[in-house]
């Protein structure tokens, strides 16, 4: 019963390349969520993602960031021509909204970026 | 819209003492209320939540919560620290629509003295 699996936990790039951070949500989830966390600060808040929709996407960068979660396969998060503040933790999230679940989200351990 | 308001970026207690960590909120809507646990270098844990049950909520580690309709609160308690309490502690809102986002408040440290 494998949780919510990021890849890569560590990555370094240097500024100006590309990184991309991948997601695979708990078995059975639909949706995901993805945050940031910067040193000493708490998490805000990026996308809201359903398969094949991004439900929403009011906490994006308006450049160089995009998210995706295909109908087969894991979310992607990319970040294209990194700087510097880029450098932080992201963290993946999952649920299966419901009454039930009471829209319970369920994190991953987290991928900490490295612009150097 | 929801928002949450964590009072006291840091809390400090003995051994033994009472925690107690703060929490308000705004929605709307009915709520749904989270506390997390975030130790260093790892993703949050889930300690508790409330969804319109029972307003007293139960967590893992000895953690309870409970959510005041009157007082927009969802304080998380614990009769007794202990130093392996130590942690980030986050709570959270979001409401029963599965459209409605999780929004997290800016977290509480707490820390245990000896």
């Known amino acids: 019963n494998a949780g919510v699996m990021q890849n890569p936990r560590h990555l370094v790039r240097r500024r100006g390349q590309e990184a991309r951070l991948r997601c695979s949500p708990m078995?059975?989830?639909?949706?995901v969520y993805w945050y940031r966390q910067l040193p000493e600060e708490g998490l805000k808040f990026m996308v809201y993602?359903?398969?094949?929709?991004?439900?929403?996407e009011s906490g994006m960068p308006k450049e160089r960031f995009s998210a995706e979660f295909p109908k087969e396969g894991p979310s992607i998060l990319r970040i294209q021509q990194v700087v510097r503040g880029d450098s932080a933790a992201y963290f993946c999230?999952?649920?299966?909204?419901?009454?039930?679940?009471?829209?319970?989200?369920?994190f991953g351990e987290g991928s900490w970026l490295t612009v150097v | 819209a929801q928002s949450v308001t964590q009072l006291g970026s840091h809390v400090s207690v003995s051994e033994g003492a009472l925690v107690l960590l703060r929490c308000n909120y705004s929605?709307?809507?009915?709520?749904?209320l989270f506390w997390y646990v975030q130790y260093p270098n790892q993703g949050l844990q889930l300690l508790l939540k409330?969804?319109?049950?029972?307003?007293l909520v139960k967590g893992i580690n000895g953690f309870e919560a409970e959510f005041k309709k009157s007082e927009t609160s969802f304080h998380l308690t614990k009769p007794s620290a202990h130093m392996s309490d130590a942690a980030e502690y986050f709570c959270a809102v979001t409401t029963y629509s599965s459209a409605s986002k999780i929004i997290f408040g800016s977290g509480t440290r707490l820390s245990i003295r000896p």
């Open positions: 078995k059975g989830h639909s949706h």
């Open positions: 929605s709307s809507v009915p709520p749904y």
């Open positions: 409330y969804t319109s049950a029972a307003t």
């Open positions: 993602l359903q398969k094949e929709n991004i439900i929403d």
């Open positions: 999230a999952s649920s299966m909204p419901g009454q039930d679940s009471g829209n319970t989200i369920y």
